[in-house]
Every structure is written in C-alpha cells, then in structure tokens.
C-alpha cells in the first residue's frame, strides 16, 4: 500500500508499505478521509516529542471495514465507520471516573501506533464508530476535532446562560468550537484571528462576528460587538502568549478562559487580576466517549457540517499541504486529504 510517511522534520515521503493484517479484535480499515489536525503540524516541523520518525500520522478519519481478526466481528466488513483514536486502560483512577483521556497510559492511533495517512489502517475494535452509509465521508472524518471542540465548548459555558463568546483562532478547532458555542445557545459569537482570509470564510459559514487582531483596537471592537453585557467566554484555540494575555482583558469578572490551543507552554499570566475577578480557567485535552458519540451525532443530524471551511486534497499530496499550512498559505479551516 501507499501510505505518507514523516521520516523528520520538514519531511514527509510517499513511500511503498505492506498492508497491515488485523489479529484477533483488531479491523482492516480502507481509509476514504483524513484529516491534518494542527498537533501534526507540530509534530511535522519537530516539536512535538510524543511523535517519533517515522510515523504514519492521522487520527482523524472514515473509512470502511475491509478485513476483520477474528469471526465475532465479521459483521463490521463494509461497515462504514469512523474512529475514536484514544486508547486508556480502563482500570485506573481516571478511567474508572469516566475520564479516558487524563489516563496516564494513554495511547494514540497516529501517534503510538501508526495512523491514517496510508490507504489502509489497523484499528481496535473498540475504537470503531458506525456511521450510516448516507453521512459524507468527508463530513464524518470530523468526529473527532469535533468531539475535541464540543467538550472544550460546553465545559466553558456551562455556568453561562446565553453567554457571549469569543473564540481565538480561526482554524478547524475554533470554527468547531463557535460553531458549537451557537449550537449551545450562545447569545453571540465572535472568531479573532490575524489571517483575513479565514475570518472573511468564516463570515460566509454563518459566524457574523469577527476581528482582526492585527487591525485596531480589539478591546474596542469587541465593546462595538458586544456591548455592556460584555463577555462571559473566551475559547483559546491558538495558544499563544498574546491570545492568553489578551483574554484576561477581555472577560467580564467571573467569566471563564478555556485554554484548548497547544500553541506554547510557558505563559505570563495576570494572576491577582484573575483573583480579583474570580476568573475560571480552564483546560481541555481530547473528549470522553459521550463526547465521542455526541459528535458523531451532530454530524449525522447535519446540524455540524464540513460546507464551506474545509477543502480537499490529494494524500499523496501530503508533504505538500503540510508545507502550505506552515507557510500560511491555506485560507481554508481544515484540510482533509484523500487516499
């Protein structure tokens, strides 16, 4: 099988593999779409040391059951499925209180295990989610960045009723994230981000609030946008020092910061104004598996959909994507490549 391979940083090659072969509770999965997730581009250019070369990358896709292990699962061949790459042990004390993610041995498809950047895949049984054969491919390849952004989403809102929101970064993460922010009954939304391009796509996709952190005075355009009410929620799905900083200006006293971008580690924060405002802060890594399914969900129903934010390319293609995303040259939210 073809498959693309990041052998070092910078460098991704379109290489010749053996098709996998599933053991016992294990499925052949015939890859239809995946999607770049912005910890690849991370770990493409180097700096991400969970990820080591070579790997096959990929943990956002849908594809169909071709193969299975063993003959208990031999009705899952030419299922449609999409899959849920967490892995945890299930016996821990984070796992036995329903959080996989926070599960210290927790693994990865893409990451510990090679992904779904090839035309075949090996998955666990358990990981595979059947999706009806009507739902677009390349709308159910968005399970899982959706599953991330509905989790991050509805903890940063749950003590705000129609909250007014602000979402910093207008990639696929931060569109999500908005997306589901309106879906939650938000009262207005807004997406901040330095490429025009992005806000102007995010305009056409139905988020009518915008700026460009680049251009004026932000805490004044924000003021223009949401009047006194001000602003309960901010959703930081880049991660840098200035969307960090500049979300404790923006929040109203007893608002909450939810920090899902990985964009750096060590920040400089304004502690004893986040005291004297009994700022919640937040962090979000992953989902659970309600989460999981409850994305899946929102896909199937069209109430979440891949129109007018994403775009297609070729796998073999690859390297290439990934260059343009580092670049800057994608206008688009999301990438999804096909094999």
Partial sequence: MKALVWNAAGRMDWEERERPIPLYNEVLVRIEVVGICGSEIEGYMGHNSLRIPPLIMGHEFCGIVEQVGDEVNHALIGMKIVVNPLLSCGDCAACRKGLPQLCKSRKIIGIHYPGAFAEWAIVPVETAVVVPESVSSYRAALAEPLACSLRATRRAMERHTFANVIVFGAGG?????????????????????????????????????????????????????FGSKGIDVVIDAAGFQPTRETAMKLL??????????????????????????????????????????????LLTTGKITEEGWTEIRPLAEGDKAFSDLVAGKVTSGKILLKP
């Fill in 173 to 225: 993460i931060g569109l999500l994230c908005a997306k589901t922010a309106m879906l939650l009954g938000a009262s207005k939304v807004m997406i901040v981000d330095t490429n025009e391009a992005r806000l102007k796509m995010s305009r056409s996709i139905g988020i009518a609030e915008t700026a460009n952190a680049l251009e004026g005075n932000l805490e004044e355009r924000t003021r223009q946008a």
């Fill in 252 to 297: 109203n006293a007893g608002g909450t910061f939810m920090n899902i971008g990985l964009g750096i580690d060590e920040t400089v924060l304004p502690i004893n104004h986040l005291i004297r405002s009994e700022i919640e802060i937040l962090g979000s890594f992953c989902y659970t598996g309600k989460d999981f399914h409850d994305a899946v969900e």
